[in-house]
């Protein structure tokens, strides 16, 4: 299988998957994979029920493409950030419940849990507002991923990144659950924050476990 084909079958693929696992519903969010010269990503209005190989466009990052489809209305925000970010090789965007719950209140997921600094960071940041699918959106996006591999965007949804389709499905899975059960502890109580000594040192875990958390500049 060629290179073209084997992304479009991930991306296919995954899109299904994130409806499968409940953090996707109708044609909400869009998935997105590296390849030579360019990305393949979910095409505008597919849904997580019907996607097939053929509900994929392959471009190039300038917005450039050959194939018939419209990609997804978003396709400037994952360009931005496969061009900003050159060790990703993969974008899942996502409508999932409790990261847009969270989103919608404008914040971002602190360091309620050691996982968090699997992120890359101290925290998961929020972005600010901006409507969907214009380059403004694409900007913020790529500010609150400086230094880490997922963010929020505010009043939408998430993002997470991964070395490949597969690494940033995990994420979303895990990023989901993170805000889940940081709103559950929330509706108990004032959740306790890990201080920088105690992320520092799940960091140092981080780098012998399953492979070192990638690292953003």
């Known amino acids: 299988m060629s290179e ?15 409806g499968r696992l409940g953090l996707n ?3 909400a969010g869009n998935v997105s994979c590296r390849v030579a010269e360019g990305m393949v990503i979910t095409r505008s209005g597919t849904t997580v029920d019907a996607t097939a190989e053929g509900d994929t466009v ?5 917005g ?12 400037p925000m994952h360009a931005a950030i496969l061009r900003a970010f050159p060790e990703v090789g993969s974008v899942v965007h996502t ?8 989103a919608c209140l404008g914040e971002g997921l602190p360091a309620f849990h050691y996982m968090i600094a699997g992120f890359g960071g101290d925290d998961v940041r929020c972005a600010p507002y901006v409507t969907f699918g214009t380059p403004e ?8 991923l400086r230094g880490r591999t997922a963010c929020l965007l505010g009043n939408h949804g998430m993002i997470v990144t991964g070395r490949d389709v597969k690494t940033a499905l995990a994420a979303a899975v895990r990023l ?4 889940r059960q940081y709103l559950l502890a929330r509706s108990a109580g004032t959740p306790q924050l890990l201080d920088a000594a105690q992320l520092d040192a799940t960091r140092e875990r981080y780098k012998t476990y399953g492979g070192a958390a990638p690292k953003r500049v």
């Open 58 to 62: 392959w471009m190039t990052l300038d």
């Open 176 to 179: 989901e659950t993170l805000a």
């Open 64 to 75: 450039s493409t050959t194939d018939a489809a419209a990609a997804s209305s978003e396709w």
């Open 25 to 27: 519903f109708g044609s």
């Open 95 to 102: 409508h999932a419940d409790a990261c847009t719950a969270l």
């Open 137 to 144: 959106l694409a900007e913020v996006a790529v500010e609150a």
């Open 4 to 18: 073209l084909a084997q992304a479009r079958n991930e991306v296919a693929r995954t899109y299904r998957e994130l």
